[in-house]
């Protein structure tokens, strides 16, 4: 939790969550994650000021393990001085005891978002879906509690002006913004209309220019001109017996001959961004196993 600190910008953790995307769906399975086609409503995790403070942190935890399918687990929320936002204590349940940091007895609107991260540590912990590394792990939760509908929450609770700063989780404003947009584009929301932080509106449109920038890369038909002349380009060269053929930039699309006259290029699926293969020669359909997005490529 960033409280009156920096808070970080950009990018830095892309490659994971976009693994970590992949992870959810290949876990999941594409027809249980379009359940999760409605995120949770704001009004269903509002949290005045003159709520209860327990009964109301009761609450909205019973709300996020109904959004989350947890029907057998029970939230026990309470408040301590720690460093951390939140921490939960992950057993065979069916209790799980969530600490809050004590801020949040004075900043209960955002009670909800901290929720959000710790509910999700258990349904990630139930299905046994986990990444090595205590960074790695926070970001797939982080990027599962948004890509499943409750993440909004957590770039809401993103504040920062000249005197001060807030974040939630580990992923940056921006990275939020994209897992958000990567939501949006595939369910078809547009979750800015709950948000009461402007900051995260400016994150979130960061992330969804940065969305929108995997749907348009090559060898898919929306890729603009340079990108398709940098793509001819490549093809060329590793249609050459004697040179390498690597995709531009080093991952974002590979060639690879498997005989003579037989060249294939494999590249992320702008969806879910399992690797897919398909034959070069031409203009080529393709369908993602994963996530059953349906790809036009000009390979």
Not at 111 to 138: C, K, Q, W
Not at 211 to 218: G, K, L, N, S, V
Not at 232 to 256: C, I, L
Request: proline share 6%; with cysteine; net charge positive.
């Amino acid at each position: 939790m960033a409280n009156g600190g920096p808070v970080e910008h950009g990018f830095p953790h892309l490659e994971t969550v976009r693994e970590a995307v992949t992870a959810l769906y290949r876990r999941l399975s594409y027809d249980t994650v379009r359940t999760f086609s409605a995120s949770v409503a704001p009004v269903d995790v509002a949290f005045c000021d003159t709520d209860d403070l327990y009964l109301g942190a009761q609450r909205v935890a019973r709300e996020l393990v109904r959004h989350y399918r947890l029907p057998d687990a029970r939230m026990i929320v309470s408040f301590r001085e720690m460093t951390h936002a939140a921490n939960v204590e992950l057993t065979a349940g069916p209790e799980y005891f969530i600490e809050l940091n004590d801020r949040f007895r004075t900043h209960r609107r955002d009670i909800g978002a901290a929720l959000a991260h710790e509910v999700m540590h258990v349904y990630l912990h139930r299905l046994d879906l986990s990444f090595p590394g205590t960074r790695a792990n926070e970001i797939l939760t982080d990027t599962a509690a948004t890509y499943l509908g409750a993440g909004w929450l957590l770039l809401d609770a993103y504040r920062e002006d000249g005197a001060s700063s807030q974040k939630l989780g580990y992923l940056t404003p921006e990275e939020f913004g994209y897992v958000l947009a990567k939501r949006a584009l595939v369910f078809g929301e547009d979750p800015s209309v709950w948000f009461t932080s402007p900051q995260a509106y400016t994150a979130y449109g960061r992330g969804l220019e940065r969305a929108r920038r995997d749907e348009r890369q090559p060898p898919l038909t929306a890729a603009g001109w340079a990108g398709r002349r940098r793509y001819a380009r490549d093809r060329r060269h590793a249609q050459d017996p004697h040179a390498a053929g690597p995709g531009a930039d080093g991952d974002a699309y590979a060639f690879t001959a498997q005989a003579p006259g037989q060249l294939r290029v494999s590249f992320p699926c702008p969806t879910c961004h399992q690797r897919i293969r398909v034959p070069v020669r031409g203009r080529v359909r393709a369908r993602c196993g994963l996530c059953r997005t349906v790809l036009e490529c000009d390979t």
